[in-house]
C-alpha cells in the first residue's frame, strides 16, 4: 500500500493551493482518508477526513476555508485549501484507516501513512 502527498508549496496569505493523495494497493472509497499536518515543533493534528461513507469533516480551524474531496476513478483524495493563513504552514500528511463510525481518528489508528508534503504561507 501506498499513499503519495503532492501539491504543497509556498504561497502567499490569503492564496489557494491543492493538495492531492494518490492510493496504490487500497481502494480510497474503502477507506477512511484523512489529511493531517503538523507544524514545526508541534504535534501532529487532523484537519479534515472523508469516510468511506462519503461524510466529511474539518477540523475548527480550517472549516470554511478548506474541502476535502474523492475521485474514486482517480483513485485520490485531495485537499482543496483556500484563504491560506500563515498558521496553516506545516508538514501536510494523508493517512487511510477503517475506523467505525465514533471511533478516535488519531495518529495512533492510522493503518496507512503516506510521506508529507510542505506547506509555506508568506505573510
Known amino acids: 500500500v501506498q499513499l503519495q502527498a503532492s501539491g504543497g508549496g509556498l504561497v502567499q496569505a490569503g492564496g489557494s493551493l491543492r493538495l492531492s493523495c494518490a492510493a496504490s494497493?487500497?481502494?480510497?472509497?474503502?477507506?477512511?482518508i484523512r489529511w493531517f499536518r503538523q507544524a514545526q515543533g508541534k504535534e501532529r493534528v487532523l484537519v479534515a477526513s472523508?469516510?468511506?461513507?462519503?461524510?466529511?469533516s474539518y477540523a475548527d480551524s480550517v472549516k470554511g476555508r478548506f474541502t476535502i474531496s474523492r475521485d474514486r476513478a482517480k483513485n485520490t483524495v485531495d485537499l482543496q485549501m483556500n484563504s491560506l493563513k500563515s498558521e496553516d504552514t506545516a508538514v501536510y500528511y494523508c493517512?487511510?484507516?477503517?475506523?467505525?463510525?465514533?471511533?478516535?481518528?488519531?495518529?495512533?489508528?492510522?493503518?496507512?501513512w503516506g510521506a508529507g508534503t510542505q506547506v509555506t504561507v508568506s505573510s
Open positions: 494497493g487500497i481502494s480510497v472509497g474503502n477507506y477512511n
Open positions: 493517512a487511510a484507516d477503517r475506523l467505525i463510525s465514533g471511533a478516535t481518528p488519531n495518529v495512533e489508528a492510522m493503518n496507512y
Open positions: 472523508i469516510r468511506w461513507t462519503s461524510t466529511t
